[in-house]
């Protein structure tokens, strides 16, 4: 399938778009309209505001670009407001693909008082506030593996939030009043990556939710789920001896009512057509020619800053095989054995018949080399292989 570069323009928001997105498919001469990026100008944001001078220098192509977007992260841990509080899953990183950022369990942040403790160094907001004489080599100590990171970076840094930044501003203002009244409180935020400000924001959204569901359970109708019902029918009519319980209901993605409707939905499937007998599952690329067409529209972003692309394109991509490789309902079981003998090998592509083929099969689908020697590999758990190599030679 080639999606061809994004030509085309919302009308509303001005996105840049593909035209397999667009909403009015069936029709050819009407006017093209999308929805996926402003619900066809029915959300508007704010347009995008440019970085401050220095900052752009080091994000877009200055002298001290490499150095800076290499070792971004620890930049950012060093002029945080707050800490992550969530658990973050470090092994999804093991292995050759792009970077991702996982966040288990309920995420929330630590802001902690605005001066340390006897004994202990500054950190987070107390940075802003504490000491500022020697705030910047407080900066620079505040993270650990600092050997890396440039102290005149470090500085120039220091300056460009105090100037830009309203909470650092906001801070300098309550320094000057810190020795006659110390604040109880401050509502400061964070200066995250890019893929760790999405998951905050989408465990906030999540959260949010929850939070909503937990105080409309009327609204769902949650004494009619049969637990609750099975618990007063068997004579629990005291509250405390059923606890509390919080029904989540169909629409709420992940619950097990959710994955339970889609399951009885197959299984509908199944029946008014004919069970499958090719299973398919198909994983994104990030070096497809269409991701990397629309990045060519963005200035200096990698792809792994891109999530909102990746996904664009992998689902395009899903929906056109969904379309155009499914068998009609009424296919009979030796077609079905035809497509499947066409589209399954257990060989790897002649290189001189097939090249395209043979290096994607040896791009993307060889084990790795694995074991005690190589435990980096990703597919390493607890010093054993999850896929169970090297496997026995069956001849």
Request: glycine letters at 6%.
């Amino acid at each position: 399938m080639d999606l061809g570069k994004p030509t085309k323009m919302c009308r509303k928001c001005g996105a840049r778009m593909w035209n397999e997105e667009r909403n009015n498919k069936a029709a050819k001469n009407s006017e093209t309209t999308f929805s996926i990026c402003c619900r066809d100008g029915m959300v508007a944001l704010e347009p995008e505001r440019e970085p401050p001078p220095y900052l752009s220098s080091l994000l877009c192509g200055g002298s001290d670009s490499s150095h800076f977007r290499k070792n971004i992260s620890m930049y950012n841990s060093m002029f945080q407001f707050t800490s992550l509080g969530g658990k973050i899953h470090h092994k999804i990183n093991n292995g050759k693909g792009p970077y991702g950022f996982k966040l288990n369990g309920q995420n929330h942040h630590f802001i902690g008082t605005l001066k340390p403790k006897e004994g202990e160094t500054p950190k987070f907001c107390q940075l802003y506030i504490y000491d500022t004489e020697n705030e910047i080599h407080n900066h620079f100590n505040a993270v650990h593996g600092n050997d890396t990171l440039d102290l005149d970076n470090v500085a120039s840094l220091v300056e460009m939030l105090d100037e830009h930044n309203k909470l650092a501003s906001g801070f300098c203002m309550a320094l000057l009043r810190f020795n006659l009244q110390e604040p109880e409180d401050h509502d400061p935020s964070s200066w995250w990556s890019a893929l760790a400000t999405m998951v905050d924001a989408f465990a906030a959204v999540e959260q949010y939710r929850l939070d909503w569901i937990k105080g409309h359970q009327n609204v769902i109708r949650a004494d009619l789920y049969k637990s609750i019902r099975d618990s007063i029918r068997k004579g629990y009519m005291d509250p405390s001896s059923i606890g509390q319980n919080v029904i989540l209901p169909a629409n709420f993605t992940g619950s097990q009512r959710y994955m339970n409707q889609y399951f009885k939905d197959s299984l509908a499937i199944c029946r008014t057509i004919v069970h499958p007998s090719l299973f398919l599952t198909m994983t994104c690329n990030t070096q497809w020619p269409k991701i990397q067409a629309m990045l060519e529209y963005l200035l200096d972003v990698d792809v792994v800053n891109a999530p909102d692309i990746i996904a664009h394109v992998f689902k395009l991509k899903l929906n056109h095989y969904a379309c155009h490789r499914v068998p009609k309902a009424r296919t009979s079981l030796h077609s079905h054995i035809d497509m499947i003998d066409e589209l399954i090998s257990a060989e790897i592509p002649n290189e001189d018949l097939d090249l395209v083929g043979y290096h994607i099969v040896k791009n993307f689908m060889i084990h790795e080399q694995c074991g005690k020697l190589h435990h980096d590999s990703p597919c390493m758990a607890k010093g054993n292989c999850t896929r169970h190599f090297p496997k026995r030679f069956v001849a």
